[in-house]
């Protein structure tokens, strides 16, 4: 795997304690340090979790909330959402912020943006920021989409920003698509990304936010963007990268160089892992009951102020 | 009563062109059969069957079986589905001959093709 490969080569991790990493991600949450985008593991939540300072900035990653979903995967996807912004409201250092990787809605239905964006609107922070994802453009691209999560008022799908020297990236990496392919950015977004990237200082940590995994994980299912390599490309000559993703509901992630690409839990329902036995499509998964709490979650985040280095928490909704 | 008679004797009339019809039709090619629909399911992320041939004026009815939204649309826009939830049906009648390639906008991997031709 070339996130192995990566590892192997540019941190001091070893082979176990990649493989201690993984036995983690069944049970309990896992710390994440990414310094110069090569994340080293530090141990369970509760155990060796990084100390905050007081200037550091920490914000919260949700995704996939699926509102609208009601099926025997998840009947009530909004008590999942409400279990979430609990534990958020539940965190010691309250987020700057938190910022949700797409498919808010299920079906792109305006009732169901709606509902979603009163029950955001619950998060005790100052903001929400949103991307689309696949779910949230079925009828009409982006449009009604923008209707409810139009951020800056630009009535575009992608935007920047920046917080304490840390300049945030979101994309829309669900359209542009041709038949029998991947979606993709477009050119007019990655021109767009090109011009926002030119008046960002290298040494300046840049965290991005795309629906779709900016990393081929599984083209069968279509989990890559066709045009990933173009926007890593104008990535790289930054010292650290943070790539969150979201759309295959469960934590993966790869390394290339200082670029650190990481998807993140659904808030709906689990999806199959690529090659699963007996599973040849990506559809909701149906656990047993009380499990479901389980495969979903959160993600806290922390940039430690003037280093670059990021923190990540992957939190189950149970524990 | 005459207007049940009439009622059902019009019915047998109707049914019987409709046998005729459709005979004529095996026989003879007509493009005046009446068109059967033709069914498509959506299945655990793909088209079944992922291509079908039919007459001009058949009439294509699609079903989402799966627990994820998806659509059918034309490659070239001259169709599309709303978003599809599951058991949603699409339908489309193809009039002219001519090959439809089209796919799920949610799931672009998705891909199938109508190929309507005269039999």
Redesign the interface.
């Known amino acids: 795997m070339d996130s192995q490969e990566s590892n192997r080569s540019r941190s001091a991790m070893t082979r176990r304690q990649a493989l201690a990493c993984l036995a983690q991600w069944s049970g309990a949450a896992v710390v994440w340090t990414v310094s110069g985008g090569v994340p080293r593991a530090l141990g369970a939540t509760g155990s060796n979790t990084p100390p905050a300072g007081t200037s550091d900035l920490t914000f919260v990653q949700i995704s996939d909330t699926h509102i609208g979903f009601r099926?025997?995967?998840n009947p009530d996807v909004v008590a999942s959402l409400r279990s979430a912004i609990a534990d958020i409201h539940a965190l010691p250092q309250p987020p700057a912020f938190v910022v949700h990787t797409g498919d808010v809605s299920?079906?792109?239905k305006p009732e169901e943006f709606g509902r979603a964006r009163e029950l955001l609107g619950e998060i005790r922070v100052d903001r929400v920021h949103t991307i689309p994802g696949?779910?949230d453009t079925?009828?009409d691209g982006a449009t009604g989409y923008l209707r409810y999560f139009d951020h800056d008022g630009k009535g575009k799908s992608w935007y920047s920003f920046d917080q304490s020297d840390v300049h945030f990236v979101g994309l829309n990496n669900v359209l542009n698509?041709?038949?029998?392919?991947?979606?993709a950015l477009g050119d007019e977004q990655l021109d767009w990304l090109k011009n926002d990237l030119a008046g960002v200082p290298r040494s300046r940590p840049v965290v991005v936010l795309a629906h779709i995994p900016l990393w081929t994980v599984w083209?069968?299912?279509?989990w890559g963007t066709a045009d990933s390599a173009q926007a890593l490309a104008l990535l790289r000559p930054f010292g650290s990268v943070t790539v969150l993703n979201g759309h295959i509901h469960q934590v993966l992630q790869k390394v290339e160089g200082n670029v650190a690409l990481h998807t993140a839990m659904s808030l709906a329902y689990p999806l199959p892992t690529p090659g699963q036995a007996g599973i040849?499509?990506?559809?909701?998964v149906t656990v047993p009951a009380g499990e479901l709490g389980k495969v979903l979650g959160t993600r806290q985040l922390r940039v430690a102020h003037g280093t670059g280095q990021l923190a990540m928490v992957d939190s189950p909704l149970v524990r | 009563m005459v207007s049940t008679i009439d009622s059902a004797g019009r019915r047998l009339g109707v049914a019987a062109m409709f046998v005729v019809l459709a005979a004529a039709g095996a026989y003879r090619h007509a493009a005046a059969a009446p068109p059967a629909a033709v069914r498509v399911e959506i299945t655990k992320f793909a088209f079944a069957p992922k291509e079908i041939t039919v007459p001009p004026g058949t009439h294509v009815i699609w079903t989402n079986r799966d627990e994820t939204p998806h659509t059918v649309s034309s490659n070239d826009k001259s169709f599309a589905s709303k978003g599809m939830d599951t058991d949603d049906t699409f339908e489309q009648t193809f009039a002219q001959e001519g090959d439809y390639p089209y796919l799920c906008t949610v799931h672009p991997f998705m891909t199938g093709v109508v190929h309507v031709r005269k039999q």
Request: no cysteine.
């Open positions: 099926k025997d995967a299920h079906l792109s696949e779910h079925i009828d698509f041709k038949a029998g392919t991947l979606a083209e069968p299912w279509g040849g499509e990506p559809g909701p």
